[in-house]
C-alpha cells in the first residue's frame, strides 16, 4: 500500500476531532511528543476548566490515592489508542 496525501488528510482529522474533545486536555498535560502536537490544536489554557465530568464523576481515567488512603483524585487519561492516533501509529497487517 502506498500512502496518500488523502491518507494525511484523514489521520490529521482524526486527531483534530480527537483533541478538540475530552481527551485533549489530557493530551495538553500529557508532556512529550503528545503534548507537543495538542499544543498545535489546543491553547495552553485550555487545561485549567479542570478535569472533565467523566473523570470526576464516572471516574473514568487517571486515579491518584491520596496520602491519607481515604481519599481519590480523578483527572483525564488517555487510552494507548488515542495515545496512537495522535501520534499518527498506524498498522499495516502483512
Do not use: H
Not at 490515592?65 to 501509529?89: M, P, R, V
Amino acid at each position: 500500500y502506498k500512502f496518500t496525501a488523502e491518507d494525511f488528510r484523514s489521520s490529521l482529522l482524526q486527531t483534530t476531532y480527537l483533541l478538540r474533545t475530552l481527551p485533549g486536555r489530557a493530551a495538553l498535560l500529557s508532556g512529550g511528543i503528545i503534548g507537543r502536537i495538542a499544543r498545535e490544536f489546543l491553547q495552553p489554557n485550555e487545561v485549567l476548566d479542570g478535569p472533565s465530568v467523566e473523570a470526576t464523576f464516572a471516574r473514568k481515567g487517571l486515579c491518584v490515592n491520596a496520602e491519607d488512603g481515604e481519599n481519590e483524585y480523578w483527572d483525564d487519561d488517555l487510552t494507548e489508542q488515542e495515545k496512537a492516533t495522535i501520534c499518527g501509529t498506524y498498522i499495516m497487517y502483512t
